[in-house]
RNA sequence: GCCGAUGUGGCGGAAUUGGCAGACGCACCAGACUCAAAAUCUGGCGGGAAACCAUGUGGGUUCGAGUCCCACCAUCGGUACCA
């Protein structure tokens, strides 16, 4: 009977006490460098769907030293966050204690699922030697103009009077306390990514990273290209500039709308009529909440600003200028000109205020559609648009008259081309105590000096109180023996900047940690970043696509801007997992009870049988149900496999009777593996060992190779069967088994005989066998079938199928 | 609404990418072993008496469609007025 719990540990303390897997350091040898995603530890420990993506990455990892590589497959934490704090607020301990226990209770969950982990490169991005270098690039960017100060609106609780976390906030109220939640403007950090937009779009083009990830970071972008047009107030000189992505429409804009927060209200203020009016609205505006905004109202709101009107500067109509939420100050200019009979919102705008709406496009394939009849929705379509009304336009495809416009505009000096992205810049502050500081100093003088470079890392204070701050100031702000300083430029009192960095700081760029862990000079060294560059293979998951994906690779081109690391992206390829739901189809979760421990499964079927579970499970890169169940079948599936000792014969070469099937099986795990079809893989094994049963028999030569090839799903029980039927090698250290292709193909063939499409017999002829002889042996056994019809046709594909159509 | 997935036996899923639908596993049934049970081993297992019918629904292309095209339905994930 196959022991597992001895077995695992015999070998788990051998491979972590020898450091079987750590990364060499011969720079000469060709490398792979595989990177999961690493775990925040959280208090409730390791939950099953880790196991999956590193086990499948363990399995690459594992079949890559076999292949002869220098892998660097290493692990570490992302600790900084919201969980450990929210919990010291709690129950009163410290943050940094609980993390402690938190990673050495990860630790020990990983190294009992038996990954092939270096752990000699641990990393930990609460640790001062690791966030060092967080704050040193913080300050390069600032250097280079890439971070700076702005106002910005955080969630601010009512209630609790603090600063709350987008993830704090459920369905517009606070998560602890039910008070709503508003908008509260504080001047905060930013890092300006948007500079970086269009690379981040471009360089998608060299990564091999799956088609749906390209998609979603180009959708987060929000790359849309269209103009810029001003339109001048009437009876000034100035101007409202707007964007558009649909410039030839400029002749059915019969109205304007500006964001509340626009500034042209300001401006304007001694000649808008209904100014108590118009500014009722912008209070009323600023109080609603993001969710306010964007979920519950739908239906439209605005004012009409009277006593200014603008221009339209194609039709020279004047035209009025409304204030509305629907225009956010944040996005183009903060201002539009509505075509209500081309655009979804301005028409719905205009039916409630009853404002103009003039057809200047009409549908090309529609014969109705002659621009006179009242619309009943807008109509939108660029690919499908003929301009009407619309003077030089006339006639004109849509795409057609939008390059004409554009020309017409910077040729009159209306307006220009204008690319314009979703991507909003980065907020970087944090009012919060368990991050990294930001090593920026305020002096009234030298205004915002960073923190010397030599005095970093710039410690967190081990404080005693780390409550949130009065009015959503950050916890460091009530610590003034910290917060105050002297200026590093004129020596003069200074204050720190309270703010922690948010929990992607850490995240974005330890893969670069990795190569040199413990370099306390740099980074990482020049050569090990230059060895080591791009990672080979990063697997995360889907949730992680946008944002910690976009802001790593925003980190990684800035470092390489200023010369820091060699490669233009950090990630050659990434790939996802899916989602381990509970038994009952739904999110595992503390309050439906559906979570299942890995601890557990350890404890009652074995490291082995959860790894080859959770690859059997499904499709690696699909949502897949726990079953407790099938990971028994595994389990009895491992049990077979040890079971095969009783059969076991001498013999150092595949035996006839095996040849075909071990080649074709090394054929189908190694192509498997590198396609992450896991699922397959474990069939295939379960189908050999069904054979062997069968055979009641394996020699050595199929056994060490069986026991190979699975070795990467089941290091365990592999590595022991080996040095039982006396493998000389331990499997850790043996080449990756190979195969002759020749021996994989089959000698005779079973092909199928049809009728017309449909399946009437099977045939057994020799592999490549003559057509003719094909066609007489298939036609014999179909005989009765198609005597005295006529055959009209066949189709004959060599080595697949014979088709036979009959009158 | 938009973007991205997915839909195949009682269940999880497979299908060389247009060529025998249901590999492999679970569950279930039967047999062997056992005083008996569990474990293990062996066999069976989409529906139908059969012709045949079956891959979410309806159409199409093809000698041939789970796979390609068109329209729709359902479920899941992401996102939220982006001009």
Redesign the pocket.
């Known amino acids: 009977m196959y022991n597992f719990k001895e077995v695992e540990k015999k070998w788990q303390d051998k491979w972590y006490s020898e450091g079987t897997f750590n990364a060499k350091n011969d720079y000469t040898m060709k490398k792979w460098y595989g990177l999961i995603e690493f775990p925040y530890p959280s208090g409730q420990g390791l939950h099953v769907g880790h196991p999956r993506s590193y086990t499948a990455l363990d399995i690459i990892a594992r079949k890559r030293r076999m292949q002869g590589y220098n892998v660097l497959f290493p692990i570490g934490f992302d600790a900084f966050g919201l969980p450990a704090e929210n919990y010291a607020i709690k129950n009163h301990i410290h943050p940094k204690i609980t993390t402690d226990k938190n990673v050495h209770h990860f630790r020990e969950q990983l190294k009992s699922i038996g990954f092939s982990f270096d752990w000699s490169r641990e990393i930990n991005t609460t640790d001062p030697d690791y966030y060092k270098w967080t704050q040193w690039i913080f300050i390069q960017l600032y250097k280079h103009g890439l971070a700076y100060k702005a106002t910005m609106p955080i969630n601010f609780c009512t209630g609790c009077k603090v600063g709350l976390a987008n993830e704090e906030v459920v369905n517009g109220v606070c998560e602890r306390c039910g008070s709503p939640v508003v908008q509260k403007e504080k001047s905060q950090w930013m890092l300006r990514i948007t500079k970086y937009a269009q690379r981040l779009i471009d360089d998608l083009d060299d990564v091999d990273y799956l088609?749906?990830i390209k998609?979603?970071q180009r959708?987060w972008i929000?790359r849309?290209e269209?103009a810029e047009v001003k339109f001048e107030i009437s009876g000034t000189e100035d101007y409202l500039l707007?964007?558009?992505?649909?410039p030839d429409t400029i002749f059915g804009a019969t109205y304007m709308v500006i964001?509340p927060e626009h500034k042209l209200i300001e401006k304007y203020k001694d000649r808008i009529t209904n100014l108590d009016e118009v500014e009722e609205y912008k209070k009323k505006a600023a109080l609603k909440s993001d969710f306010e905004?964007?979920?519950l109202?739908?239906d439209?709101?605005g004012v009409e600003i009277k006593g200014i009107k603008a221009v339209n500067p194609l039709t020279n109509e004047e035209i009025p200028i409304w204030i509305s939420?629907?225009?956010?100050?944040?996005?183009?200019?903060?201002?539009?000109?509505a075509?209500p009979a081309h655009?979804?919102?301005?028409f719905?705008f205009a039916k409630k205020f009853n404002l103009p709406i003039k057809q200047v496009i009409r549908d090309k394939n529609s014969s109705e559609d002659d621009g006179n009849k009242e619309l009943t929705e807008a109509f939108t379509d660029v690919e499908n648009g003929i301009a009407i009304n619309s003077g030089f336009l006339n006639g004109l495809t849509s795409k057609e008259a939008i390059k004409k416009v554009i020309e017409y505009l910077e040729e009159h000096k209306l307006g220009e081309k204008k690319v314009?992205y979703?991507l909003r810049d980065w907020v970087f502050s944090r009012q919060r105590y368990w991050g990294e500081p930001i090593p920026m100093v305020y002096c009234e003088k030298c205004g915002w000096v960073p923190v010397p470079e030599e005095e970093l890392p710039l410690k967190l204070p081990d404080v005693k109180d780390y409550e949130p701050g009065e009015n959503g100031e950050s916890p460091l702000a009530k610590h003034e023996e910290w917060i105050n300083t002297t200026c590093p430029h004129c020596g003069g009192k200074a204050r720190r900047e309270t703010d922690t960095m948010p929990q992607w700081a850490g995240s974005s760029w330890y893969y670069l940690r990795y190569m040199d862990p413990h370099n306390d000079k740099e980074l990482a060294s020049k050569e090990a970043l230059e060895y080591w560059s791009p990672v080979d293979w990063y697997n995360g998951g889907?949730?992680h696509t946008?944002l910690h994906l976009l802001y790593s690779r925003f980190w990684h081109k800035f470092l390489y801007d200023i010369g820091v690391v060699p490669t233009k992206e950090p990630y050659a390829k990434r790939t996802s997992h899916g989602?381990i739901l509970g038994s009952n189809g739904e999110?595992m979760s503390k309050s439906k009870g559906n979570v299942v421990n890995p601890d557990e499964m350890v404890r009652d079927y074995g490291a082995d049988a959860l790894r080859v579970y959770e690859m059997?499970?499904?499709?690696f890169?699909?949502?897949?149900?726990w079953?407790m169940?099938?990971i028994?079948?595994?389990l009895?599936?491992l049990?077979?496999v040890w079971?095969m000792q009783d059969f076991l014969v001498d013999g150092d070469e595949y035996s006839p009777k095996f040849e075909k099937m071990m080649n074709k099986a090394i054929k189908k795990v190694s192509s498997d593996i590198e396609e992450m079809?896991f699922?397959?893989s474990?069939?295939t094994f379960?189908?050999m060992?069904?054979e062997f049963?069968?055979a009641k028999e394996i020699n050595k030569a199929e056994f060490e190779t069986f026991l190979q090839l699975l070795n990467p799903f089941a290091p365990h029980i592999t590595e022991e069967l080996n040095q039982r039927i006396g493998g000389k090698e331990e499997l850790a250290y043996k080449a990756w088994p190979t195969y002759d292709e020749a021996k994989t193909i089959e000698d005779t063939?079973?092909?199928?005989v049809?009728i017309?499409?449909?399946?009437?017999t099977?045939i057994t002829i020799n592999k490549d066998e003559d057509e003719e002889v094909v066609k007489e042996k298939a036609k014999e056994a179909i005989k009765s079938q198609i005597e005295g019809k006529k055959i009209i046709?066949e189709?004959y594909?060599k080595n697949?199928?014979y088709?036979i159509?009959i009158g």
Do not use: H, W
Not at 325 to 337: F, H, N, P
Not at 621 to 625: L, S
């Open positions: 088609d749906k998609a979603q959708n929000g849309s269209g707007v964007y558009t992505t649909r964001a905004r964007s979920e109202n739908k439209k709101t939420d629907y225009v956010l100050g944040s996005y183009g200019t903060g201002a539009i000109m075509v655009d979804t919102r301005d719905e314009n979703k889907m949730e946008t989602m999110k059997f499970i499904g499709p890169d699909q949502t897949a149900q079953s169940d099938s028994r079948g595994c009895k599936f049990d077979r079971n079809k699922n397959t474990v069939a379960m189908t060992v069904n049963y069968k063939i079973e092909i199928p049809q017309k499409g449909k399946v009437k099977t046709k189709i594909v697949k199928i088709n159509v």
